[in-house]
T-cell receptor
Framework: QKEVEQNSGPLSVPEGAIASLNCTYS??????FFWYRQYSGKSPELIMF????GDKEDGRFTAQLNKASQYVSLLIRDSQPSDSATYLC????????????FGSGTRLSIRP | GAVVSQHPSWVICKSGTSVKIECRSL??????MFWYRQFPKQSLMLMAT?????????EQGVEKDKFLINHASLTLSTLTVTSAHPEDSSFYIC????????????FGPGTRLLVL
């Protein structure tokens, strides 16, 4: 089992709809969770971080964390073509001595 | 805030030469810097972790003598690819994490290396 798992996609969502990206992690003791966006040929940029169970909202983005089920998700409301990118889930695993572990990313495509 | 720069943004060199890439945290002190490599259509691969003033910790399979890392200050880390070969051609990205913010990593814009 991978430490951080994401569906590679591509996930295709119509413009204006909600895009839902999911990520599961293996280490139950993990405390810090991040979502990064990476456009093709560019480096990742931080979208959100979340540490506590529940939802965290920032503009059109909502991160959801469920530690009991070991998953973290990212919702993008009112999806725009500019949201088309690869989304990387990252987790600081309790067992990894503070090393951040990245998932392989989910490719999201917003169709006009 | 939390801006990380990298220089150069791209470099083309002949096989056998050494290439130095700089990573700077511009508006915060980075206690830890990370170096990643990414091949086309593949995931980020962590190469090494460096803390200011101490030796870098390399990931399994990464040659420390080929990829020299120096973290001389809280705002600067350098990666030197020694005797570069075409298979070293890749996208090299650094990230920096400061104190607080529970170790959030901020990425530099990356350096694209092409070895001929």
């Amino acid at each position: 089992q991978k430490e951080v798992e994401q569906n590679s996609g591509p996930l295709s969502v119509p413009e204006g709809a909600i895009a839902s990206l999911n990520c599961t992690y293996s280490d139950r003791g993990s405390q810090s969770f991040f979502w990064y966006r990476q456009y093709s040929g560019k480096s990742p940029e931080l979208i959100m971080f979340i540490y506590s169970n529940g939802d965290k909202e920032d503009g059109r983005f909502t991160a959801q964390l469920n530690k009991a089920s070991q998953y973290v998700s990212l919702l993008i409301r009112d999806s725009q073509p500019s949201d088309s990118a690869t989304y990387l889930c990252a987790v600081i695993l309790y067992s990894s001595a503070s090393k951040i572990i990245f998932g392989s990313g989910t490719r999201l495509s917003i169709r006009p | 805030g939390a801006v990380v720069s990298q220089h150069p943004s791209w470099v083309i060199c002949k096989s056998g030469t050494s290439v130095k890439i700089e990573c700077r945290s511009l508006d915060f002190q980075a206690t830890t810097m990370f170096w990643y490599r990414q091949f086309p259509k593949q995931s980020l691969m962590l190469m090494a972790t460096s803390n200011e003033g101490s030796k870098a910790t390399y990931e399994q399979g990464v040659e420390k003598d080929k990829f020299l890392i120096n973290h001389a200050s809280l705002t600067l880390s350098t990666l030197t690819v020694t005797s570069a070969h075409p298979e070293d051609s890749s996208f090299y990205i650094c990230s920096a994490a400061g104190q607080g913010e529970q170790e959030t990593q901020y990425f530099g814009p990356g350096t694209r290396l092409l070895v001929l």
